[in-house]
C-alpha cells in the first residue's frame, strides 16, 4: 500500500485554536474565541519557557569586546546564558582558541574590590533585566575594538517562544510539542469558560501527559561525562 511519501505535518495558529476549542467541548464560532485562545497561547508559551530548557530555542550568538568596555548588551529576548567561553584568534586555523569564563553571581561581582582591572576576562555575570539583559565581564578587556575584536564572548543563549501571531502563521515550536499545545490550550480554554468546568481535570491530565512525552524527548542525547579533580600529592 501507497503511504503519502511526506512528512511535512504543520498546523497554522487558527487550526490549533480550532482543535483546542473543539477539545475542549464547544466549537470556535467568533473572532473573540480565537483572540481569547492568542492570549492564551502565549500565556502558555511563557509557562513552558518557566518549567525549564526547550532545546529548538537554544541559539548562538557572539559580542565583540571593545578595550575599556565592561557591560555589553544581549538579545531583548534572551532569557538566559547557558554556556560562555571567550574566543581569541577568530577564523585564524591556527591560532582560534576557545577560553573558559566562569559565571558568577551579583554579588560576587560586588564583591571584586577593583571593577576597572583590564585583562583577559575571566568572570562574567548576567543581569536578566525585563527589557534590556546585559553581560559584565572582569576583568574588562584590554584590547581590542568592535571592528577589529581581540576577544569575542561566544555564547549559548536560551531565547523567548515567539508570539501566537496570526492566525495563519505556525507555532514557533518543534513539530513534537504540537500534541501539548493543542491539549494546553484546550485546558487553559475550559479554565476560563463555566459550562467547560467539568473536563477541566481530564484536560489538564491530559496536557500534563503530553507535555512530559514531548520534553522526554526533547533534551540532549550526549551521555554525561564526569571528569574527576585530582589534588596533586603532598
Not at 518549567?51 to 565583540?64: H, S
Not at 531583548?76 to 586555523?93: F, H, K, P, Y
Request: proline share 7%; hydrophobic share 35%; with cysteine.
Amino acid at each position: 500500500m501507497a503511504t503519502s511519501g511526506t512528512t511535512s505535518f504543520t498546523m497554522d495558529f487558527t487550526e490549533v485554536a480550532e482543535e483546542a476549542w473543539e477539545r475542549a467541548g464547544r466549537e470556535m464560532r467568533s473572532g473573540y474565541d480565537l483572540r481569547t485562545a492568542r492570549r492564551s497561547m502565549n500565556l502558555m508559551c511563557i509557562e513552558w519557557q518557566n518549567r525549564g530548557i526547550n532545546m529548538w530555542t537554544i541559539d548562538e550568538g557572539t559580542v565583540n569586546l571593545v578595550q575599556g568596555t565592561a557591560t555589553y548588551n544581549l538579545p531583548a529576548d534572551t532569557i538566559d546564558l547557558l554556556e560562555q567561553a571567550i574566543r581569541t584568534g577568530s577564523g585564524d586555523v591556527t591560532t582560534q582558541s576557545d577560553l573558559t569564563i566562569s559565571r558568577i553571581s551579583v554579588s560576587t561581582y560586588a564583591s571584586i574590590p577593583n571593577k576597572l582591572s583590564q585583562g583577559r576576562p575571566i568572570q562574567l555575570y548576567i543581569d536578566r533585566g525585563r527589557d534590556n539583559p546585559t553581560v559584565t565581564v572582569w576583568p574588562i578587556p584590554d584590547q581590542g575594538t568592535v571592528a577589529a575584536p581581540y576577544y569575542i564572548l561566544k555564547y549559548w543563549r536560551m531565547r523567548r517562544i515567539e508570539d501566537a501571531g496570526s492566525g495563519v502563521q505556525t507555532p514557533d515550536m518543534n513539530f513534537r510539542f504540537f500534541p501539548p499545545l493543542v491539549a494546553g490550550l484546550a485546558y487553559y480554554i475550559a479554565m476560563k469558560e463555566p459550562d467547560l468546568a467539568p473536563r477541566i481535570p481530564m484536560l489538564k491530565a491530559e496536557y500534563e501527559s503530553q507535555f512530559d512525552l514531548a520534553a522526554g524527548e526533547d533534551r540532549e542525547k550526549a551521555p554525561i561525562r564526569f571528569v574527576p579533580r585530582i589534588s596533586p600529592v603532598r
